[in-house]
């Protein structure tokens, strides 16, 4: 299990990592635009804007941070998470833009020789930094955000990263039209472009794929099913429903338990199932456990079943010579029918005639009654 932190304290290493993040980007985005345009390097100035997008994403994570932080309310029962994966969907769609302008210059470059750039032996070494500051950036930033499960964190990171592999293809570039070869820094931008515009739409269909509560990855769901099973007095499971919500998982799920228990001994194998599921596995924060007698996720629900008035009123019926001796009477719902257990009195043992006398009753309703399927007599010690 992942070392666990207060909520401030996620909140004080997610602000940190980013913050950093940020002063790094200023520095890159202003060293690798000036020494692009200075050093005439197309590939470089493509990279100083990838890094102005990194920048520009920081902010957004920072304020994603601090609005997803806010504890639930009552116009949001289930907190503020959506707010770091929109942040995230805005973030791709941003470097997808950032992508096409940078594709759009460099392309129209290549379609014209005579605007080609011949980058300068100076732009070779801004490159390298560029490379060993982002790879910094990327261990950094995915190392706290896999402490504090965040995946805007985590796609940020990744962003450091696609920097980092960005200023590997400038290096190469500048290097190749330095011997000789005055394509290779325009081609060099094109495919930063493809590289930011990868990145953008991913992190674009992920967080779409959240925002509409997509499950849980298979493996994952699949670890969740075996907890559950494992529980003790849980007989089997179904209608097992997962969704993500930022970095935090929350289950909903039916379980089977003996029919014949009693109401507050299946609450209590629920809360078992919940506590097991939300110490085992970190991402999950909220469990929603429905308890079922019977798997009935493929019953019919057109009839409905009988109500509690309604099988009283078919005891006061058949049973109106002996009404005054039941002591009380219990439902299950089964199968999609009813049965009924009638309690009576321990002082009826010394009476069979009339106890006789309620078995024959109760036979006729199991005969008359086409929703009670079974009508047992039990006597109270």
């Not at 080609?116 to 190392?143: C, M, Q, Y």
């Not at 200023?167 to 930011?196: H, N």
């Not at 379980?255 to 506590?275: A, C, P, T, W, Y």
């Not at 999950?284 to 019977?294: A, F, K, R, S």
Request: hydrophobic fraction near 50%; charged fraction near 25%; include cysteine.
């Amino acid at each position: 299990m992942a070392e666990v932190f207060d909520v401030d304290e996620i909140l004080k290493r997610k602000t940190r990592v980013t913050y950093i993040g940020a002063l790094i980007n200023i520095f890159l985005t202003v060293i690798k635009v000036g020494v692009g345009i200075m050093g005439h390097s197309a590939s470089l100035i493509a990279d100083g804007i990838h890094s102005l997008s990194d920048l520009i994403s920081d902010l957004f994570v920072i304020i994603a941070i601090k609005l997803g932080s806010r504890e639930a309310d009552h116009e949001h029962p289930y907190g503020h998470r959506r707010f770091e994966t929109m942040a995230t969907v805005l973030l791709g769609m941003g470097l997808v833009v950032v992508a096409g302008g940078i594709a759009w210059d460099a392309v129209e470059r290549l379609l014209d020789p005579e605007k080609l750039l011949i980058p300068n032996k100076d732009t070779l070494g801004i490159a390298l930094v560029s490379i060993l500051a982002n790879e910094w950036l990327f261990h950094f930033t995915k190392r706290v955000g896999e402490e504090t499960r965040s995946k805007l964190l985590l796609a940020n990171a990744w962003h450091h990263r696609s920097d980092a592999f960005s200023s590997v293809v400038v290096l190469v570039g500048i290097g190749a039209v330095l011997m000789g070869f005055p394509f290779a820094d325009a081609v060099a931008a094109v495919i930063v472009a493809l590289m930011i515009a990868k990145m953008g739409v991913t992190l674009v269909l992920e967080s779409i794929n959240e925002l509409v509560d997509s499950s849980l990855p298979e493996d994952f769901v699949r670890e969740i099913r075996r907890e559950i099973k494992q529980t003790l007095g849980v007989q089997s499971i179904h209608l097992l429903r997962t969704r993500r919500m930022g970095e935090d998982a929350y289950i909903d799920t039916h379980i089977v338990v003996d029919s014949r228990i009693s109401v507050s001994e299946g609450h209590m194998i629920g809360d078992v199932v919940r506590d097991n599921l939300k110490a085992k596995f970190d991402d999950v924060v909220d469990v929603l456990v429905h308890i079922d007698p019977e798997d009935d996720e493929f019953r019919d629900y057109n009839k409905k079943p009988l109500s509690r008035q309604q099988v009283q009123v078919y005891l006061d019926q058949y049973l109106a010579k002996f009404i005054h001796t039941v002591d009380d009477f219990r439902i299950h719902y089964l199968d999609g029918l009813v049965e009924v257990e009638v309690v009576l009195p321990q002082a009826m043992f010394q009476q069979p005639e009339q106890v006789e006398g309620i078995k024959k009753q109760c036979a006729m309703i199991e005969k008359d009654v086409e929703m009670i399927a079974k009508v047992y007599i039990f006597f109270k010690v």
